[in-house]
């Protein structure tokens, strides 16, 4: 791909259709169940109790639902939780050895190779490591942190509302960026897609702002080449 040394960031807001590949009603059981996403996949996991998880492309979570717990395990990828709560039986997700416990949650969390991110939207969930009790490796989160934690640490940071939401552009199908750059936008999009974008380094800096389908990547290169005069 070759690009201009100097251009503006794109701007734009592309048509958008949604297509969530397969519903999911996990009722209780005594034993675990592993469900998986494909490539540019979305699955809703409807559970017994009211609660709901939404996975994203490339992504798989391990579920007990029993009598005595709630239980789930991001195998990898990323998936929204919407908790019901009950303090009697705590709902659980694992990571990385990480453990993120509901206390009445909407929350997102992405299985990375390094680390693992968590975003509370709404409620509260404390995050800690299944295996080093100390105060410095656990927090209670609050609407709007977003929590980092590996295995040398935890920090967390508050962020806007909007960028959590565009964080999770992908539960209606696409893609948000603000003041992105190339490379990364690059990234986002090959996440979900066979076909890969390649960026060159002298364009990777380049800023870009919009909305696009992320299962089209054509129309993001589209509207590149005409805004911005590039040969893809």
């Known amino acids: 791909t070759s690009w201009p040394k100097h251009a503006r960031s794109i701007a734009a807001v592309a048509t958008i259709a949604v297509a969530v590949t397969g519903g999911y009603l996990l009722t209780p059981r005594s034993k675990d169940e592993t469900i998986s996403t494909a490539l540019g996949g979305h699955k809703i996991v409807s559970l017994a109790d009211g609660s709901r998880i939404e996975l994203n492309t490339s992504s798989a979570v391990r579920v007990r639902i029993d009598a005595d717990r709630r239980a789930v395990t991001l195998i990898h990828g990323e998936a929204y939780f919407d908790v019901r709560h009950d303090a009697a039986h705590p709902f659980t997700v694992d990571a990385q050895g990480q453990r993120i416990t509901d ?56 962020a806007p509302a909007d960028t959590i939401a565009a964080q999770l552009g992908w ?30 380094s002298s364009a990777s800096g380049l800023r870009v702002d919009g909305t696009f389908p992320a299962n089209d990547p054509e129309t993001f290169t589209r509207i590149a080449g005409d805004i911005l005069h590039l040969t893809v």
């Open 171 to 200: 539960r209606s199908g696409t893609l948000i960026f603000r003041n992105t750059a190339l490379a990364e936008v690059a990234a986002q999009f090959n996440r979900y897609n066979q076909d890969k974008l390649v960026v060159e």
């Open 103 to 158: 206390l009445g949650t909407k929350f997102v969390v992405r299985n990375l190779t390094d680390r693992v991110e968590v975003a509370l939207l709404e409620g509260a969930a404390h995050l800690a490591p299944l295996k080093d009790a100390s105060p410095a490796r656990q927090t209670n989160l609050k609407p709007g942190d977003i929590a980092t934690a590996t295995p040398r640490g935890l920090s967390v940071i508050r």
